[in-house]
């Protein structure tokens, strides 16, 4: 009954130091989205994938890239770490979009010194 | 620009009372509505949502009311119970299969005293 699993939950970067985080679902949704929550900012999405393969831009990309090499797989990566993405960074998938709930993963914690 | 909009980033309640979050949209397309409750260290989840063909849903102690041509809706809960505090989002959705993704509010947290 995992859902959506996000690993790992918590990490420390340094500027300039890159990480991917993945994002595993076993619903066999063809949706995947990354979010990034910050305090009185709510829930920004940064980029979605509509099916294995593809990937788009969300609201807040920049910094960020993405990919969807398997249906259940969705990895978020930073290439070059910067403080301003310090952040709570939440997975979600979806059956479809529109009238489709989001299923959430847990959320990594994440902090650039 | 906010095409959806929660105003109060918190709201206190005592316990037994009715708890009422709002949440207005700009995108008159925009005709499905969900609203999503987190708790700290876990992920929002799903908690009721609503069509635009329909100005009222009910599930349990949670209502949500729509007006669409305030543009607005409003999440009830009746009767408020401290396991509610959390930070409750508003999204909406462009339909029927829509072609991007939901648009969140920024959340309001909601605190029940005891």
């Known amino acids: 009954n995992a859902g959506v699993t996000q690993t790992p939950k918590f990490r420390v970067l340094k500027t300039g130091q890159s990480m991917t985080l993945l994002c595993a679902q076993d619903?066999?949704?063809?949706?995947m989205y990354w979010y990034r929550q910050d305090p009185g900012m709510g829930l920004r999405l940064i980029h979605y994938?509509?099916?294995?393969?593809?990937?788009a831009k969300g609201e807040v990309p920049d910094g960020y890239n993405v990919s969807r090499l398997k249906k259940q797989n969705f990895l978020l990566g930073l290439e070059s770490a910067a403080p301003s993405q310090t952040s709570v960074y939440f997975c979600?998938?979806?059956?479809?979009?529109?009238?489709?709930?989001?299923?959430f993963g847990s959320g990594t914690q994440l902090s650039v010194l | 620009d906010q095409q959806v909009k929660q105003n109060s980033p918190s709201l206190s309640v005592q316990e037994g009372r009715i708890s009422i979050l709002n949440c207005d949209y700009t995108n008159s397309m925009f005709d499905y509505f969900l609203w999503y409750k987190k708790y700290p260290a876990e992920g929002p989840t799903f908690l009721i949502s609503?069509?635009?063909?329909?100005d009222k849903n009910e599930d349990g102690r949670f209502t949500v009311f729509l007006n669409k041509s305030a543009k607005h809706l409003s999440l009830h809960i009746v009767p408020s119970q401290p396991g509610d505090s959390a930070v409750y989002f508003c999204a909406a959705s462009t339909s029927p299969r829509g072609n991007t993704p939901l648009v969140f509010g920024k959340g309001t947290r909601l605190s029940v005293i005891a």
């Open positions: 619903m066999n949704h063809e949706y």
């Open positions: 609503i069509s635009s063909i329909k």
């Open positions: 979600a998938s979806s059956r479809g979009q529109g009238r489709e709930k989001l299923f």
């Open positions: 994938s509509v099916g294995e393969g593809t990937t």
